[in-house]
């Protein structure tokens, strides 16, 4: 139990370190921007950050939640992220255990968590991110079968897009959601890949009625969804085969 609370600790320090570079992803794919060059800064007054600045969730309670140099408010969004990440690797962690392919699984959730938090500000997915979840979730023990299950996932989802853009007359989805459906597909498998776009249109109604005239981003609930069919994939299973079978 210590053991593997010791490790749990660990992982969670991991995976806000994760969140700290997830930050800079967040903020500087949709402008176009490096995420290597140029080292972090202050967005109010551009200063350069020392290295004891950007220690995850720490940083941020020392200082005050304001910038060392300028006393500028640092937004919560950064010890926010840093925290879900590091809870995002722990909750993989106990499901998975010490495997090899631990750190893929947990970088394709990240990636989609980033995916999250882009899509919530911007109404975009950028590609790279995007294809950055796939290409992790696909690394696993049986390989193949992953790529089959991210093949049809997003053959499918692509193949009803293209339908429901012939009936409407106009595009009915994008290929960002091809994308994330094959990500889903290759991280759930059949048939928990059909749970989980059940589970997030459901996740999705009450914002989507709220928010009618602006209408809501899909993918977090695509995400969120996939998140929770994964970490309860077997009861995710039965709880499908009662609907089907009664």
Same mark, same amino acid.
């Given at each position: 139990?210590? =053991? +593997?609370?010791?490790?749990?600790?660990?992982? %969670?320090?991991?995976?806000? &370190?994760?969140g700290?570079f997830? /930050?800079?992803?967040?903020?500087?794919? @949709?402008?176009? =921007?490096?995420?290597?060059?140029?080292?972090?800064?202050?967005?109010?007054?551009?200063?350069? !950050?020392?290295?004891?600045?950007?220690? @995850?969730?720490?940083?941020?309670?020392?200082?005050?939640?304001?910038?060392?140099?300028?006393?500028?408010?640092?937004?919560?969004?950064y010890?926010?992220? =840093?925290?879900? +990440?590091?809870?995002?690797?722990?909750?993989?962690?106990?499901?998975?255990?010490l495997?090899?392919?631990?750190?893929?699984?947990?970088?394709?959730?990240? *990636?989609?968590?980033?995916?999250? &938090?882009?899509?919530?500000?911007? $109404? *975009?997915?950028?590609?790279?991110v /995007?294809?950055?979840?796939?290409?992790?979730?696909?690394?696993?023990?049986?390989?193949l079968?992953?790529l089959?299950?991210?093949a049809?996932?997003?053959?499918?989802?692509?193949a009803?897009?293209?339908?429901?853009? !012939?009936?409407?007359?106009? @595009?009915a989805?994008?290929?960002?959601?091809?994308?994330?459906?094959? +990500? $889903?597909? *290759?991280?759930?498998?059949?048939? /928990? %890949?059909?749970?989980?776009?059940?589970?997030?249109?459901?996740?999705?109604?009450? @914002? *989507?009625?709220?928010?009618?005239?602006t209408?809501?981003?899909?993918?977090?609930?695509?995400?969120?969804a996939?998140?929770?069919?994964?970490?309860?994939?077997?009861?995710?299973?039965? !709880?499908?085969? &009662?609907?089907?079978?009664?």
């Amino acid at each position: 139990m210590i =053991e +593997t609370l010791s490790i749990a600790i660990v992982v %969670f320090i991991f995976g806000a &370190m994760i969140g700290s570079f997830l /930050n800079v992803v967040i903020y500087r794919i @949709p402008k176009g =921007e490096s995420i290597v060059f140029p080292a972090s800064k202050c967005q109010s007054c551009q200063t350069p !950050l020392k290295w004891y600045h950007n220690i @995850p969730i720490f940083s941020w309670l020392f200082l005050g939640g304001k910038c060392a140099f300028c006393k500028a408010p640092i937004a919560k969004q950064y010890p926010m992220v =840093e925290f879900i +990440t590091g809870i995002i690797f722990v909750a993989l962690y106990f499901k998975l255990g010490l495997v090899w392919y631990l750190p893929f699984m947990a970088a394709s959730f990240a *990636a989609l968590f980033a995916l999250v &938090m882009i899509d919530f500000k911007y $109404m *975009a997915v950028p590609d790279n991110v /995007n294809f950055a979840a796939l290409v992790f979730a696909l690394i696993q023990p049986d390989f193949l079968t992953a790529l089959m299950y991210a093949a049809i996932a997003a053959g499918g989802l692509y193949a009803i897009g293209l339908l429901s853009s !012939l009936l409407a007359r106009k @595009p009915a989805m994008g290929g960002a959601d091809v994308i994330v459906a094959g +990500t $889903m597909g *290759a991280l759930l498998g059949f048939p /928990n %890949f059909f749970m989980a776009l059940f589970l997030s249109a459901l996740l999705a109604m009450i @914002p *989507a009625l709220i928010n009618r005239k602006t209408g809501v981003p899909f993918v977090p609930f695509l995400a969120l969804a996939t998140f929770i069919v994964y970490l309860y994939d077997s009861e995710a299973s039965k !709880l499908l085969e &009662m609907i089907i079978y009664g």
